[in-house]
């Protein structure tokens, strides 16, 4: 892409990329249920000849890695089986240290109160004023679904500081994830604007706005229904 690089990283034969895609899904899905509490924010997979290289993006490496090193040990044979072959694996954890900024894990943080039927304004309200705090440009939070148990599902999103989605050149981390409630399932969707990039330079953080667009901003926090669209 313009902004973010591809989560997969290899060739495959015409014939063969079906397959070697349905893998890379899987591998996902495996780590993702497996270490559903060490805070995975994305999973990296670059693929050489009979090698598969991870790149685990995590806030709790220490989960991930266990005591001496066990926890890459497990993950390996496990996935091993799981695919059926004894390919080599290698495992890189990479420590995520702007947790606050980072969509993957403000959407699990998100999704994980929802499942703890945490009122869905509140849990929102919560992950905006954490991102303020980690210096992100804007940010765009939307929840679908029963919310709070109603019997008709709608769709309601709130949006803090500017979030370009039409720029090219803006940098944007998107995530998704889903909360299993008694209710049913919510999706829960979030954007994180970190600043502009342009092509031979570096990162470009937007200019902070005036005291009284800020004012403006704050009256356009209000959630917006968009059940009827």
Known sequence: GVTQEHRSRWFADPNRYPEVLQEDHKIRQYVEEKLNNAGISEIRIERKADQIDLEIHTARPGVVVGRG???IDNLRTSLQAALGSNRQIRINVIEVTRVDADAGLIAEYI??????????????RQAIQRAQR??????????SG?????????TE????GRVPLHTLRANIDYAYRTAKTIYGILGVKV??????IIPGQEEQPSQPAAQPRRRQQRRRQQFEDRSNE
Not at 134 to 143: L, N, P, R, T
């Open 146 to 154: 029963r919310l709070n148990g109603a019997e008709i599902a709608r």
């Open 134 to 143: 980690a210096d992100v440009q804007g940010i765009k939070i939307q929840v």
């Open 157 to 160: 999103w709130t949006r803090e």
């Open 111 to 124: 999704a994980q109160q929802l499942e703890r039927r945490v009122s869905f304004r509140r849990v929102v």
């Open 69 to 71: 090193g066990s926890g």
């Open 191 to 196: 954007w994180v604007f970190k600043g502009e």
